[in-house]
Every structure is written in structure tokens, then in C-alpha cells.
């Protein structure tokens, strides 16, 4: 992936320079590369930062332990919450994670590249839960983050908004009775009315 965005870069930046001339310029790719690898560096200690956040839920409520047929992680990639759900679990624990993006591959875990908004990614889902036999999910996760590139911070908030809907959708068909749903809500306009909304289906908030 790394090897096709620097590509992708040395090609913006051929078209880019000396007024779309055509004309290589080094510096700018260069200058590229280093950004991107910035930013790469910003997402893993990000990801690291909400790894933490988990732990420090499940200290409190032990939901990982109690997680004896399956997880399900949406919006996984890079997959920090698997690699936290894989070591907490119960040995042979069902640990399935989910996100548009490849995710490394993680021991004692599953990693689906899959839109979780679209119907292929729920017939994926069913047809790994016949494989190992898993009824239903004890523990679904989401940590999803927006996409949207520059300054639109309502396009972002909408965006999270609609991933956090498909999740819910999605937690209500494969949660467990008694299951556990881990998700963050964007404090934004539609703070108080997506909270109304999950308290309809889920019987405890915290």
C-alpha cells in the first residue's frame, strides 16, 4: 500500500510542478513522502490512544472476558482494538474485524475488507459465524474515524454519524442477548438525538 501511495504521489507531483509542465520535481515528492509518512505516524499513535481507552473500559466492565463466542470489530483497520480483543478474550473466542481498508494481519484474529454499509458485508459476516459456529456476537466494537479530506467538519461528523448507524443496524441483527456494544458518539448537533436512538435498542448506557 505504502509502495503504491508513493506512486501515486511521484505521479501528482510530475503533473504538479513548473505549472503541470511535466517537469519531475524531486523536492516534491520528497516533501510528499515525509507528510504521508507524518500522517501515518499521527494514525498509529491515535489508534494506540483508543487501544488504551479499551483497556481501560474493560477494566471497569470485563467485557472481554465474558466475550466467549465472538467479537466483531467494526471499522477496525489498523486493527489495534483486535489485537486487544485477541489477548483479553477466552481461548477459541471468535475475534472478526471489519473496515473498507486492509488491515495487517493480526494472530488469533479474522480481517474482512468489506463496506459494513453494503449487503455483501453481512452476508460475509453469516457465512464466517456458520464456519465457526458462532450464533451470535457476545461483544460488537466500533472506532471508526472520517475520511473527509480538508476543512468540512460537517461532512466528517455526518459521515461518522452514518458509520455509527450502519454499526448499529449491524450490532441489533448480530449481537448477543446480554451482548456488549463499545462505540463512540461524535458530540455534534445530532449528539442528543443519536443517543435517543441507541437507547431504543440498547438497555444500558454508561
Given at each position: 500500500?505504502?509502495?503504491r501511495?508513493?506512486?501515486e504521489?511521484?505521479?501528482?507531483?510530475?503533473?504538479?510542478?513548473?505549472?503541470?509542465?511535466?517537469?519531475?520535481?524531486?523536492?516534491?515528492?520528497?516533501?510528499?513522502?515525509?507528510?504521508?509518512?507524518r500522517?501515518?505516524?499521527?494514525?498509529?499513535?491515535?489508534?494506540?490512544?483508543?487501544?488504551?481507552?479499551?483497556?481501560?473500559?474493560?477494566?471497569?466492565?470485563?467485557?472481554?472476558?465474558?466475550?466467549?463466542?465472538?467479537?466483531?470489530d467494526?471499522?477496525?483497520?489498523?486493527?489495534?482494538?483486535?489485537?486487544?480483543?485477541?489477548?483479553?478474550v477466552?481461548?477459541?473466542?471468535?475475534?472478526?474485524?471489519?473496515?473498507?481498508?486492509?488491515?495487517?494481519?493480526?494472530?488469533?484474529?479474522?480481517?474482512?475488507?468489506?463496506?459494513?454499509?453494503?449487503?455483501?458485508?453481512?452476508?460475509?459476516?453469516?457465512?464466517?459465524?456458520?464456519?465457526?459456529?458462532?450464533?451470535?456476537?457476545?461483544?460488537?466494537?466500533?472506532?471508526g474515524?472520517?475520511?473527509?479530506?480538508?476543512?468540512?467538519?460537517?461532512?466528517?461528523?455526518?459521515?461518522?454519524?452514518?458509520?455509527?448507524?450502519?454499526?448499529?443496524?449491524?450490532?441489533?441483527?448480530?449481537?448477543a442477548?446480554?451482548?456488549t456494544?463499545?462505540?463512540?458518539?461524535?458530540?455534534?448537533?445530532?449528539?442528543?438525538?443519536v443517543?435517543?436512538?441507541?437507547?431504543?435498542?440498547?438497555?444500558?448506557?454508561?
Amino acid at each position: 500500500m505504502m509502495r503504491r501511495r508513493r506512486h501515486e504521489i511521484q505521479e501528482a507531483a510530475v503533473e504538479g510542478s513548473s505549472g503541470g509542465g511535466g517537469v519531475f520535481n524531486p523536492v516534491t515528492v520528497v516533501s510528499s513522502i515525509r507528510w504521508w509518512c507524518r500522517l501515518q505516524s499521527v494514525a498509529a499513535v491515535s489508534s494506540s490512544i483508543t487501544a488504551l481507552n479499551l483497556i481501560q473500559l474493560d477494566s471497569k466492565f470485563s467485557f472481554f472476558r465474558s466475550s466467549r463466542s465472538g467479537v466483531l470489530d467494526l471499522c477496525a483497520a489498523p486493527g489495534g482494538f483486535m489485537q486487544v480483543a485477541v489477548q483479553r478474550v477466552p481461548d477459541g473466542t471468535l475475534v472478526v474485524g471489519i473496515d473498507l481498508l486492509p488491515i495487517p494481519p493480526i494472530p488469533g484474529a479474522i480481517s474482512v475488507e468489506e463496506d459494513i454499509s453494503k449487503p455483501q458485508c453481512k452476508a460475509t459476516i453469516k457465512k464466517l459465524m456458520e464456519e465457526h459456529e458462532c450464533l451470535a456476537f457476545d461483544l460488537v466494537l466500533l472506532d471508526g474515524s472520517s475520511n473527509v479530506r480538508g476543512d468540512s467538519a460537517q461532512e466528517a461528523t455526518d459521515q461518522l454519524n452514518a458509520l455509527f448507524i450502519d454499526s448499529v443496524k449491524l450490532a441489533t441483527e448480530f449481537l448477543a442477548p446480554k451482548g456488549t456494544f463499545v462505540t463512540k458518539v461524535c458530540r455534534s448537533q445530532d449528539y442528543t438525538t443519536v443517543l435517543y436512538c441507541l437507547r431504543q435498542v440498547i438497555s444500558f448506557l454508561s
